[in-house]
Protein backbone atom coordinates (compact mmCIF):
# COMPACT_ATOMS: atom_id res chain seq x y z
CA UNK A 1 0.00 0.00 0.00
CA UNK A 2 0.96 3.59 -0.64
CA UNK A 3 2.93 5.11 2.24
CA UNK A 4 1.51 9.16 2.88
CA UNK A 5 4.11 11.41 3.40
CA UNK A 6 4.54 14.89 3.79
CA UNK A 7 7.63 16.58 3.20
CA UNK A 8 7.89 20.39 4.29
CA UNK A 9 10.82 23.04 5.05
CA UNK A 10 9.95 24.94 8.64
CA UNK A 11 11.62 27.31 9.67
CA UNK A 12 13.70 26.74 13.58
CA UNK A 13 10.38 28.70 15.19
CA UNK A 14 8.13 26.05 13.20
CA UNK A 15 6.75 27.89 10.51
CA UNK A 16 5.88 26.17 6.96
CA UNK A 17 5.17 29.96 5.60
CA UNK A 18 6.46 33.79 6.33
CA UNK A 19 3.73 36.75 7.47
CA UNK A 20 3.04 38.09 4.36
CA UNK A 21 3.18 34.94 2.07
CA UNK A 22 -0.43 34.79 0.45
CA UNK A 23 -2.25 35.29 -2.90
CA UNK A 24 -2.94 38.68 -1.85
CA UNK A 25 0.70 39.37 -1.98
CA UNK A 26 2.22 36.79 -4.72
CA UNK A 27 3.11 39.45 -7.00
CA UNK A 28 4.67 41.94 -3.93
CA UNK A 29 7.83 39.60 -2.49
CA UNK A 30 8.75 42.86 -0.47
CA UNK A 31 5.39 42.85 1.24
CA UNK A 32 6.62 41.96 4.91
CA UNK A 33 9.99 40.67 3.57
CA UNK A 34 8.02 37.14 2.95
CA UNK A 35 9.82 36.91 -0.47
CA UNK A 36 13.43 37.14 1.46
CA UNK A 37 12.61 35.04 4.12
CA UNK A 38 10.74 32.50 2.34
CA UNK A 39 14.36 32.18 0.07
CA UNK A 40 15.80 31.66 3.69
CA UNK A 41 14.10 28.51 4.38
CA UNK A 42 14.01 26.85 0.98
CA UNK A 43 17.74 28.05 0.54
CA UNK A 44 18.77 24.23 0.83
CA UNK A 45 17.14 23.61 -2.51
CA UNK A 46 17.87 26.49 -4.86
CA UNK A 47 21.28 24.82 -5.58
CA UNK A 48 20.01 21.58 -6.15
CA UNK A 49 20.95 19.91 -9.77
CA UNK A 50 17.52 17.93 -9.20
CA UNK A 51 15.46 21.01 -8.41
CA UNK A 52 17.26 22.76 -10.98
CA UNK A 53 16.26 20.11 -13.19
CA UNK A 54 12.59 19.57 -12.46
CA UNK A 55 11.75 22.98 -12.81
CA UNK A 56 13.99 23.36 -16.08
CA UNK A 57 16.55 25.93 -14.39
CA UNK A 58 19.38 24.51 -16.16
CA UNK A 59 22.19 22.67 -16.08
CA UNK A 60 24.55 22.44 -13.05
CA UNK A 61 23.82 22.40 -9.40
CA UNK A 62 25.03 20.01 -5.92
CA UNK A 63 24.88 16.19 -6.83
CA UNK A 64 25.21 14.92 -3.06
CA UNK A 65 22.97 13.47 -0.23
CA UNK A 66 20.82 16.17 -0.24
CA UNK A 67 19.88 16.16 -4.01
CA UNK A 68 19.56 12.31 -3.77
CA UNK A 69 16.91 13.04 -1.11
CA UNK A 70 14.87 15.18 -3.11
CA UNK A 71 14.99 13.28 -6.47
CA UNK A 72 13.95 10.29 -4.33
CA UNK A 73 11.12 11.79 -2.40
CA UNK A 74 9.55 13.63 -5.85
CA UNK A 75 10.33 10.13 -7.76
CA UNK A 76 8.50 8.72 -5.22
CA UNK A 77 5.31 10.41 -5.44
CA UNK A 78 2.61 8.81 -7.24
CA UNK A 79 -0.43 10.99 -5.87
CA UNK A 80 -0.51 14.81 -4.25
CA UNK A 81 -3.51 15.85 -2.19
CA UNK A 82 -3.57 19.85 -1.44
CA UNK A 83 -5.47 22.37 0.01
CA UNK A 84 -7.67 24.96 -2.02
CA UNK A 85 -5.32 27.68 -0.82
CA UNK A 86 -2.76 26.56 -1.84
CA UNK A 87 -3.86 25.35 -4.98
CA UNK A 88 -4.87 29.06 -5.99
CA UNK A 89 -1.61 30.50 -5.19
CA UNK A 90 -0.54 27.70 -7.35
CA UNK A 91 -3.37 28.15 -10.75
CA UNK A 92 -1.30 31.82 -10.42
CA UNK A 93 2.16 31.46 -10.64
CA UNK A 94 2.76 28.06 -11.67
CA UNK A 95 3.79 27.09 -15.88
CA UNK A 96 0.91 25.48 -17.86
CA UNK A 97 3.14 22.60 -17.28
CA UNK A 98 2.93 22.00 -13.57
CA UNK A 99 5.21 21.24 -11.22
CA UNK A 100 3.64 17.44 -10.41
CA UNK A 101 3.20 15.27 -12.72
CA UNK A 102 1.02 13.12 -11.07
CA UNK A 103 -2.87 13.43 -9.69
CA UNK A 104 -3.28 15.76 -7.46
CA UNK A 105 -6.77 16.14 -4.97
CA UNK A 106 -7.38 19.83 -4.23
CA UNK A 107 -9.88 19.79 -0.75
CA UNK A 108 -12.18 22.14 -1.38
CA UNK A 109 -15.78 22.84 -1.21
CA UNK A 110 -17.08 24.16 -4.42
CA UNK A 111 -17.06 21.73 -7.57
CA UNK A 112 -15.50 21.93 -10.60
CA UNK A 113 -14.53 19.71 -13.18
CA UNK A 114 -11.11 18.04 -13.72
CA UNK A 115 -8.06 20.07 -14.77
CA UNK A 116 -5.76 18.62 -16.67
CA UNK A 117 -2.13 19.94 -17.85
CA UNK A 118 0.09 19.08 -19.94
CA UNK A 119 3.15 16.99 -18.51
CA UNK A 120 0.68 14.32 -16.76
CA UNK A 121 -0.63 16.49 -13.83
CA UNK A 122 -4.45 16.77 -13.66
CA UNK A 123 -6.54 18.67 -10.70
CA UNK A 124 -9.37 17.22 -9.75
CA UNK A 125 -11.89 19.07 -7.15
CA UNK A 126 -12.97 17.08 -4.17
CA UNK A 127 -15.91 18.32 -1.87
CA UNK A 128 -16.54 15.10 0.34
CA UNK A 129 -13.56 15.93 2.45
CA UNK A 130 -9.93 15.12 3.47
CA UNK A 131 -10.44 10.65 3.86
CA UNK A 132 -12.52 10.64 -0.04
CA UNK A 133 -9.90 12.64 -0.98
CA UNK A 134 -6.80 9.77 0.19
CA UNK A 135 -9.17 7.25 -1.12
CA UNK A 136 -9.02 8.41 -4.54
CA UNK A 137 -5.11 9.41 -4.10
CA UNK A 138 -4.85 5.21 -3.26
CA UNK A 139 -6.50 4.46 -6.13
CA UNK A 140 -4.12 6.51 -8.49
CA UNK A 141 -1.16 6.49 -6.91
CA UNK A 142 -0.61 2.37 -7.37
CA UNK A 143 2.71 1.58 -6.01
CA UNK A 144 3.84 4.81 -5.63
CA UNK A 145 3.49 7.06 -2.56
CA UNK A 146 1.13 9.84 -1.59
CA UNK A 147 2.25 13.09 -0.45
CA UNK A 148 0.33 15.61 1.57
CA UNK A 149 1.64 18.62 -0.16
CA UNK A 150 -0.04 21.28 2.34
CA UNK A 151 -1.18 24.12 3.10
CA UNK A 152 -0.54 24.05 7.00
CA UNK A 153 -4.27 23.34 7.62
CA UNK A 154 -4.43 20.06 5.45
CA UNK A 155 -1.72 18.86 6.83
CA UNK A 156 -3.13 19.40 10.46
CA UNK A 157 -6.30 17.81 9.18
CA UNK A 158 -4.21 14.56 8.18
CA UNK A 159 -1.96 14.59 11.11
CA UNK A 160 -5.29 14.77 13.04
CA UNK A 161 -6.64 11.66 11.48
CA UNK A 162 -3.74 9.80 12.31
CA UNK A 163 -3.07 8.37 8.91
CA UNK A 164 0.30 10.23 8.37
CA UNK A 165 3.17 7.34 7.58
CA UNK A 166 5.94 9.74 7.37
CA UNK A 167 6.64 13.20 8.17
CA UNK A 168 10.17 14.93 6.78
CA UNK A 169 11.33 18.02 7.91
CA UNK A 170 13.86 20.05 6.62
CA UNK A 171 14.79 22.39 9.28
CA UNK A 172 16.30 25.69 7.95
CA UNK A 173 18.62 28.08 10.45
CA UNK A 174 16.15 30.72 10.39
CA UNK A 175 13.69 32.63 12.67
CA UNK A 176 10.90 33.93 11.11
CA UNK A 177 8.85 35.39 14.04
CA UNK A 178 5.01 35.04 12.54
CA UNK A 179 3.82 33.31 9.74
CA UNK A 180 1.64 30.29 9.20
CA UNK A 181 2.86 27.32 11.98
CA UNK A 182 2.95 23.37 11.31
CA UNK A 183 2.30 22.29 13.88
CA UNK A 184 -1.32 23.62 15.35
CA UNK A 185 -5.12 22.29 16.07
CA UNK A 186 -3.00 18.68 17.04
CA UNK A 187 -6.20 16.32 18.20
CA UNK A 188 -6.00 13.82 21.23
CA UNK A 189 -4.68 10.97 20.73
CA UNK A 190 -1.42 13.08 19.23
CA UNK A 191 0.15 10.88 16.52
CA UNK A 192 3.33 9.48 17.60
CA UNK A 193 6.84 9.38 15.90
CA UNK A 194 10.41 8.10 16.00
CA UNK A 195 13.27 9.51 14.46
CA UNK A 196 13.52 7.47 11.38
CA UNK A 197 17.01 9.38 9.84
CA UNK A 198 18.91 12.65 9.81
CA UNK A 199 20.78 14.30 6.88
CA UNK A 200 23.44 16.81 8.43
CA UNK A 201 23.61 19.70 5.82
CA UNK A 202 24.69 23.41 6.65
CA UNK A 203 21.80 24.68 4.71
CA UNK A 204 18.93 22.97 6.28
CA UNK A 205 18.80 19.80 9.01
CA UNK A 206 16.46 17.37 7.15
CA UNK A 207 14.77 14.55 9.93
CA UNK A 208 12.49 12.28 8.62
CA UNK A 209 10.03 10.78 11.07
CA UNK A 210 8.02 7.89 10.95
CA UNK A 211 4.59 6.81 12.41
CA UNK A 212 5.02 4.43 15.45
CA UNK B 1 34.90 36.44 26.61
CA UNK B 2 32.27 34.08 28.00
CA UNK B 3 30.00 31.92 25.38
CA UNK B 4 26.38 33.27 26.80
CA UNK B 5 24.03 29.78 25.57
CA UNK B 6 20.81 28.14 25.96
CA UNK B 7 20.65 24.40 25.70
CA UNK B 8 17.15 23.25 25.96
CA UNK B 9 14.77 20.29 24.68
CA UNK B 10 11.70 21.03 22.63
CA UNK B 11 9.27 19.14 20.95
CA UNK B 12 8.87 18.84 17.41
CA UNK B 13 5.98 21.34 17.74
CA UNK B 14 8.10 23.65 19.49
CA UNK B 15 7.22 23.78 23.63
CA UNK B 16 9.89 23.54 25.87
CA UNK B 17 6.96 22.45 28.24
CA UNK B 18 3.65 20.76 28.22
CA UNK B 19 0.39 22.22 29.20
CA UNK B 20 -0.19 21.44 32.83
CA UNK B 21 3.74 21.69 34.11
CA UNK B 22 3.24 24.50 36.32
CA UNK B 23 4.36 24.99 40.55
CA UNK B 24 0.84 24.51 40.89
CA UNK B 25 0.97 21.05 40.03
CA UNK B 26 4.13 20.14 41.01
CA UNK B 27 2.95 17.28 42.66
CA UNK B 28 0.13 15.67 40.37
CA UNK B 29 2.37 15.16 37.19
CA UNK B 30 -0.86 13.45 36.52
CA UNK B 31 -2.44 16.21 35.78
CA UNK B 32 -3.16 17.12 31.63
CA UNK B 33 -0.28 14.27 31.86
CA UNK B 34 2.15 16.38 32.15
CA UNK B 35 4.48 13.88 33.53
CA UNK B 36 4.54 11.28 30.90
CA UNK B 37 4.64 14.33 28.31
CA UNK B 38 7.66 15.88 30.34
CA UNK B 39 9.22 12.39 30.48
CA UNK B 40 8.96 11.72 26.85
CA UNK B 41 10.60 15.06 26.12
CA UNK B 42 13.81 14.28 28.21
CA UNK B 43 13.81 10.51 27.66
CA UNK B 44 17.23 11.20 25.73
CA UNK B 45 18.93 12.10 28.97
CA UNK B 46 17.78 9.91 32.15
CA UNK B 47 19.85 6.77 30.35
CA UNK B 48 23.06 8.98 29.74
CA UNK B 49 25.90 8.29 32.46
CA UNK B 50 26.95 11.64 33.35
CA UNK B 51 23.54 12.31 34.29
CA UNK B 52 22.47 9.38 36.52
CA UNK B 53 26.16 10.48 38.12
CA UNK B 54 25.14 14.58 38.47
CA UNK B 55 22.18 13.74 40.06
CA UNK B 56 23.48 11.08 42.02
CA UNK B 57 20.92 8.24 40.49
CA UNK B 58 23.29 5.47 40.91
CA UNK B 59 26.13 3.81 38.51
CA UNK B 60 25.68 2.81 35.28
CA UNK B 61 24.39 4.52 31.96
CA UNK B 62 25.20 5.71 28.59
CA UNK B 63 28.86 6.81 27.37
CA UNK B 64 28.42 8.13 24.07
CA UNK B 65 28.32 10.73 22.16
CA UNK B 66 25.60 12.29 24.05
CA UNK B 67 27.03 11.68 27.02
CA UNK B 68 30.37 13.73 25.98
CA UNK B 69 27.68 16.29 24.80
CA UNK B 70 26.18 16.30 28.40
CA UNK B 71 29.07 16.62 30.12
CA UNK B 72 30.86 19.01 27.89
CA UNK B 73 27.92 21.45 28.27
CA UNK B 74 27.71 21.01 32.15
CA UNK B 75 31.11 21.68 32.71
CA UNK B 76 31.73 24.83 30.60
CA UNK B 77 28.81 26.86 32.54
CA UNK B 78 30.59 29.35 34.89
CA UNK B 79 27.30 31.26 35.23
CA UNK B 80 23.36 30.40 34.86
CA UNK B 81 20.86 33.11 34.50
CA UNK B 82 17.22 32.09 35.16
CA UNK B 83 13.49 33.31 35.97
CA UNK B 84 11.88 33.66 38.99
CA UNK B 85 9.00 31.02 38.01
CA UNK B 86 12.07 28.58 37.13
CA UNK B 87 13.65 29.49 40.26
CA UNK B 88 10.16 28.69 42.52
CA UNK B 89 9.78 25.55 40.80
CA UNK B 90 13.67 24.33 41.42
CA UNK B 91 13.14 25.86 45.10
CA UNK B 92 10.01 23.48 45.53
CA UNK B 93 11.70 20.47 44.36
CA UNK B 94 15.75 20.52 43.85
CA UNK B 95 17.81 18.95 46.92
CA UNK B 96 19.50 21.05 49.07
CA UNK B 97 22.77 20.88 46.76
CA UNK B 98 21.04 22.31 43.74
CA UNK B 99 21.95 21.25 41.29
CA UNK B 100 24.06 24.00 39.66
CA UNK B 101 27.53 24.57 41.32
CA UNK B 102 27.84 27.65 40.18
CA UNK B 103 26.36 31.48 40.64
CA UNK B 104 22.87 31.63 39.47
CA UNK B 105 21.44 34.91 38.64
CA UNK B 106 17.43 34.77 38.94
CA UNK B 107 15.65 37.67 37.38
CA UNK B 108 12.84 38.92 39.31
CA UNK B 109 11.08 42.12 40.68
CA UNK B 110 11.72 41.61 44.49
CA UNK B 111 14.89 41.93 46.28
CA UNK B 112 16.10 39.47 48.11
CA UNK B 113 19.44 37.69 49.96
CA UNK B 114 21.59 35.92 47.79
CA UNK B 115 20.79 32.39 49.07
CA UNK B 116 23.95 29.95 49.18
CA UNK B 117 23.28 26.28 48.82
CA UNK B 118 25.79 23.38 49.91
CA UNK B 119 27.64 22.45 46.52
CA UNK B 120 28.88 25.58 44.93
CA UNK B 121 25.49 26.63 44.12
CA UNK B 122 24.81 30.72 45.01
CA UNK B 123 21.30 32.05 43.78
CA UNK B 124 21.49 36.09 43.66
CA UNK B 125 18.26 38.17 42.89
CA UNK B 126 18.52 40.72 40.26
CA UNK B 127 15.80 43.30 40.29
CA UNK B 128 17.77 46.02 37.66
CA UNK B 129 16.65 43.18 34.78
CA UNK B 130 18.41 41.05 32.17
CA UNK B 131 21.48 43.20 30.99
CA UNK B 132 22.62 43.61 34.72
CA UNK B 133 22.10 39.86 35.63
CA UNK B 134 24.38 39.12 32.00
CA UNK B 135 27.26 41.77 33.37
CA UNK B 136 27.39 40.06 36.72
CA UNK B 137 27.37 36.55 34.93
CA UNK B 138 30.52 37.82 33.37
CA UNK B 139 31.80 39.20 35.94
CA UNK B 140 31.66 35.54 38.00
CA UNK B 141 31.61 33.04 35.11
CA UNK B 142 35.79 33.55 34.46
CA UNK B 143 36.66 31.81 31.24
CA UNK B 144 33.46 29.81 31.46
CA UNK B 145 30.18 30.30 29.73
CA UNK B 146 27.40 31.83 30.82
CA UNK B 147 23.91 29.28 30.39
CA UNK B 148 20.42 31.00 30.00
CA UNK B 149 18.79 28.19 31.56
CA UNK B 150 15.10 29.34 31.29
CA UNK B 151 12.12 29.75 31.18
CA UNK B 152 10.76 30.57 27.52
CA UNK B 153 10.40 34.29 28.35
CA UNK B 154 13.75 34.53 29.97
CA UNK B 155 15.45 32.76 26.77
CA UNK B 156 13.01 35.30 24.58
CA UNK B 157 14.49 38.06 26.15
CA UNK B 158 18.06 37.36 25.74
CA UNK B 159 17.36 36.35 22.05
CA UNK B 160 15.76 39.98 21.79
CA UNK B 161 18.86 41.47 23.23
CA UNK B 162 20.98 39.74 20.35
CA UNK B 163 23.25 38.11 23.30
CA UNK B 164 22.94 34.77 22.65
CA UNK B 165 26.05 33.37 20.83
CA UNK B 166 25.11 29.66 20.64
CA UNK B 167 21.48 27.58 20.61
CA UNK B 168 21.46 23.89 21.42
CA UNK B 169 18.36 21.92 20.88
CA UNK B 170 17.52 18.87 21.87
CA UNK B 171 14.65 18.30 19.05
CA UNK B 172 12.43 15.11 20.76
CA UNK B 173 9.96 13.26 18.06
CA UNK B 174 7.02 14.11 20.57
CA UNK B 175 3.96 16.31 19.55
CA UNK B 176 2.73 17.66 22.71
CA UNK B 177 0.15 20.14 20.71
CA UNK B 178 0.10 22.60 23.57
CA UNK B 179 2.04 23.99 26.25
CA UNK B 180 5.08 27.09 27.04
CA UNK B 181 6.61 27.55 23.47
CA UNK B 182 9.73 28.65 23.07
CA UNK B 183 9.59 30.69 20.32
CA UNK B 184 7.55 33.88 20.42
CA UNK B 185 7.75 37.30 21.36
CA UNK B 186 10.45 37.39 18.87
CA UNK B 187 11.88 41.42 17.86
CA UNK B 188 12.72 42.93 14.80
CA UNK B 189 16.08 42.65 14.28
CA UNK B 190 15.38 38.71 14.52
CA UNK B 191 18.75 36.76 15.23
CA UNK B 192 20.44 35.11 12.67
CA UNK B 193 22.53 31.62 13.47
CA UNK B 194 23.78 29.20 11.14
CA UNK B 195 24.04 25.38 12.10
CA UNK B 196 27.24 24.21 13.78
CA UNK B 197 27.00 20.84 14.45
CA UNK B 198 23.98 18.17 14.61
CA UNK B 199 24.30 14.76 16.52
CA UNK B 200 21.98 12.06 15.43
CA UNK B 201 20.30 10.10 18.31
CA UNK B 202 17.42 7.43 18.52
CA UNK B 203 15.86 9.40 21.29
CA UNK B 204 16.20 13.45 19.93
CA UNK B 205 18.33 15.07 17.41
CA UNK B 206 20.68 17.59 18.92
CA UNK B 207 21.75 20.87 16.46
CA UNK B 208 24.08 23.70 17.65
CA UNK B 209 23.35 27.17 15.73
CA UNK B 210 25.86 29.61 16.15
CA UNK B 211 24.96 33.16 15.63
CA UNK B 212 26.08 34.61 12.55
Redesign the interface.
Known amino acids: MSTVFVNIGLS ?3 YMAPAGMSLEHWHTPEYKDWGAQWGALMAWVFDQQYFREHLKLGPGGDTGPVNDLLRSTTERIGANIMGKRMFEQGEASWPAEAPFHTPVYVLTHEKREPWERPGGTTFSFITEGPERALELARESAGRRDIRIAGGADVIQQYLNLGVVDELE ?1 A ?1 A ?5 SGR ?3 EN ?3 P ?6 DR ?1 L ?6 H ?1 R ?1 VRQ
Chains 1, 2 share one sequence.
Open positions: LDGVLPVLFGRLFLRERPQFRIVDDPAATVY
